[in-house]
């Protein structure tokens, strides 16, 4: 059984134009697979549906052409672990089997390959045998090929050799077509003020749309409330809070990124140099300063940390700006900068 979420289907996936291209693209692959774009690399932000269209597009493998159209579908974390536990058992002839019998081979999140040059280099081995058998090759991934950081040059380019295609945020327009259908899913109706208050609070990320309509939801049958606008301000408080616009995350990793002349990708990387991690911590800190954010979601802005590392960081931050006037100073114009603009 493949592990895929029932309600990741084309159906359920609502298009505007910060998803046109990638959503025709993905139904392409689905109606031609190895004919139409291979490989097909899809990227964007976080919670902008890489996943769900990666799930639709299986769905629609197996709809159209049975069980008997062999799909790989793997996290790459998957990919990984099962290729180091393969090492260990010296079993690699039966990982590069299972890959290689695939009539499509779906991987998500590469960019979690970043670093990992043995499994890179067995990954390239898998594409190059998948790709020369004519199997499509599917992968999702945070940012454009060129990007992710410690890739392989060999590996950026047979990625392009396809079609790139990339996921934006979704327009207003877009977010309260999400918003409506999301709680249609649930036999439910999110009235229009209520919805525009939503989308005007939640701009960046599907995802989050998706909790709002959870949380707001869950808390009008609690309380037995209608869903209005009021319910909405309670209910959604901490979201509307946060969205000061002169801090936000997005602000914060821009300013750190440009002081310290590194890539926005490579604060939201796993990247361990320590030219990256310092800065990393850094913008952790003042995220953790400046937003209402939690812990865990500011782990997951600065490349899937946990809350345990941000505390780390926030604690080594505050070691250091005691130890160092020098750095203080340089952390307080930083806080300032980001108090001022907007
Ligand atoms: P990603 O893999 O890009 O981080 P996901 O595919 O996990 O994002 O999407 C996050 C959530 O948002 C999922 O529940 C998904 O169904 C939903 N979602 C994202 N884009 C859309 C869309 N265009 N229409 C409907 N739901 C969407
Ligand atoms: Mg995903």
């Known amino acids: 059984m493949l592990p895929l979420n029932e309600q990741y289907t084309f159906e359920n996936f609502i298009v505007g134009s910060c998803n046109r291209f990638p959503h025709a693209a993905a139904m392409a692959v689905a109606d031609a697979p190895a004919t139409a774009y291979n490989p097909f690399f899809l990227h964007g932000g976080p919670g902008l549906g890489k996943t769900h269209l990666l799930h639709a597009v299986c769905h629609a493998f197996l709809a159209r052409k049975g069980p008997g159209f062999h799909i790989a579908y793997f996290s790459c974390e998957s990919f990984v672990n099962q290729y180091i536990e393969s090492a260990e058992h010296r079993d690699l002839d039966g990982f590069r089997d299972r890959f290689r019998q695939a009539d499509a081979l779906v991987i998500d999140d590469i960019h979690f390959l970043a670093g990992k040059e043995r499994s890179q280099d067995e990954f390239f081995h898998t594409f190059n045998s998948l790709y020369n058998a004519q199997k499509q090759i599917i992968l999702s991934s945070d940012s454009p090929p060129r990007d992710i950081p410690t890739i392989e040059d060999r590996l950026v380019s047979r990625f392009k050799w396809g079609l790139?295609?990339?996921?934006?945020?979704?327009?207003?327009?877009?977010?309260?077509?999400?918003?409506?259908?999301?709680?249609?899913?649930r036999?439910?109706?999110?009235?229009?003020?209520?919805?525009?208050?939503?989308?005007?609070?939640?701009?960046q990320n599907v995802r989050e749309l998706e909790g709002a309509v959870l949380k707001l939801l869950g808390y009008a049958g609690l309380a037995h409330r209608p869903v209005d606008l009021d319910l909405a301000r309670e209910a959604l408080g901490d979201l509307i809070r946060r969205d000061d616009p002169h801090v936000g995350i997005d602000r914060i990793q821009r300013l750190v990124a440009e002081k310290f002349s590194l890539k926005l990708s490579d604060l939201q990387s796993r990247h361990r140099l320590k030219s990256i991690a310092h800065p990393r911590q850094i913008g952790m800190y003042l995220s953790r300063m400046l937003t209402s954010y939690s812990l865990e979601e500011i782990g997951g802005y600065f490349g899937g940390r946990d809350h345990s590392t941000v505390i780390y960081a926030i604690a080594k931050i505050e070691a250091e700006m005691r130890r160092d006037p020098g750095f203080k100073n340089l952390l307080d114009s930083l806080e300032g900068t980001l108090r001022r603009s907007g």
Do not use: C, M, Y
């Open 187 to 203: 036999g439910r109706e999110i009235p229009n003020d209520v919805a525009e208050f939503i989308a005007n609070h939640v701009t």
């Open 164 to 185: 790139v295609a990339k996921i934006d945020p979704p327009a207003f327009e877009t977010r309260i077509s999400i918003l409506k259908r999301k709680a249609q899913i």
